[in-house]
């Protein structure tokens, strides 16, 4: 057993020892060279890799949510006119139609998803769920339409 342990901290060692010569070796021979910064393509350029749905995540994370995980800018009472117009229909007034979870969990409707799941909820609302026939309302609503229902959604029980 102590041979076996002796061979692997040699071999060990020795591939530790090899690894500094090659990262000092690497070092010495770039150190005059310069690497410039990535320059970040224009917003809607063929370079920008950002797609439609990264976009609108990434504007929820960055800009839409407070510390507590609000929505800000939201008009509640909007919110409630439009959530009534537009998901009222299959979600029922209080947003209790349906239960998002799974049936061995506590129910979980849209006033909770939207409290405590706000990028999952925002995602949903944005490009709708396939899985559960929820229509995409980004080319249907206003951005400030969305948000405002966002809004007026976590207010629900």
């Known amino acids: 057993m102590r041979f076996n342990r002796q061979i692997c901290w040699g071999l060990f060692l020795v591939a530790a020892y090899g690894l500094l010569l090659g990262v000092s070796a690497f070092a010495d021979s770039d ?3 310069k690497e410039k910064p990535a320059l970040q393509p224009e917003p ?9 749905e990264d976009a609108r995540m990434a504007l929820l994370v960055y800009k839409l949510l407070d510390k507590d995980g609000k929505i800000k800018g ?3 009472t909007r919110g409630k006119e439009l ?3 537009n998901c009222r229909p299959c979600h029922g007034s ?3 139609r349906f239960n998002f979870a799974p049936y061995y969990e506590p129910p979980a409707f ?3 998803r939207a409290r405590e799941e706000m990028p999952t909820f925002w995602y949903q609302m944005n490009f709708g769920d396939k899985e559960r026939s929820m229509a995409a309302y980004i080319d249907e609503l206003e951005l400030q339409d969305l948000i405002d229902i966002a809004g007026f ?3 629900l029980p």
């Open 74 to 76: 939201a008009n509640i």
């Open 94 to 96: 209080d947003g209790k």
């Open 110 to 112: 849209i006033g909770q």
């Open 44 to 52: 809607g350029s063929p370079g920008d890799t950002l797609t439609r």
């Open 153 to 155: 959604a976590q207010t």
């Open 31 to 33: 150190s005059t060279v």
């Open 83 to 85: 959530f009534y117009q």
